[in-house]
């Protein structure tokens, strides 16, 4: 069988780098299509508030993209399936369980399904929440 390979690239506001590899069978990469997305345009604040966009939704997963005001919080709560914060700018705080973890440009951070969680945005704070059903 013919195998298809597909990068793993770290977004950043600043530009994009490759991080890893991934092998994929040619009926994997066939039954979606493609999507090129500028996210850097797609950035905006609401005074006081949170914006949410959905980047793609797709039967396997979902992505959307997080736009918290400086001093904005999402709080304690679970998903149902395993999800991924990747902070693209700004800075604070995510809570796995009691655990703190500091928000800021390039970090990424996996949570299996069930996961307790919460955001705390220190200043304007972008992340991309990746949802894989």
């Known amino acids: 069988m013919k195998v298809n390979h597909c990068c793993l690239f770290l977004l950043t506001l600043r530009g994009v780098r490759l991080i890893s590899r991934l092998d994929f069978s040619p009926s994997v990469m066939m039954s979606e299509q493609y999507l090129v997305s500028d996210i850097a345009s797609s950035i905006e604040f609401a005074d006081d508030g ?3 966009k959905t980047i793609l939704d797709t039967p396997k997963s979902k992505v959307v993209l997080f736009c918290m005001s400086s001093g904005q919080s999402l709080s304690q709560h679970t998903a ?9 700018g700004g800075s604070g ?6 655990d703190e973890h500091p928000a800021k440009e390039g970090v990424w951070i ?3 399904a069930g996961q307790i969680h919460a955001v705390d945005a220190e200043s304007n704070l972008v992340f991309l929440l990746t949802l894989f059903r």
């Open 50 to 52: 949170i914006v949410s």
């Open 93 to 98: 705080t995510v809570r796995l369980d009691q």
């Open 80 to 88: 149902a399936m395993p999800a991924v914060i990747h902070v693209l």
């Open 110 to 112: 996996y949570m299996p």
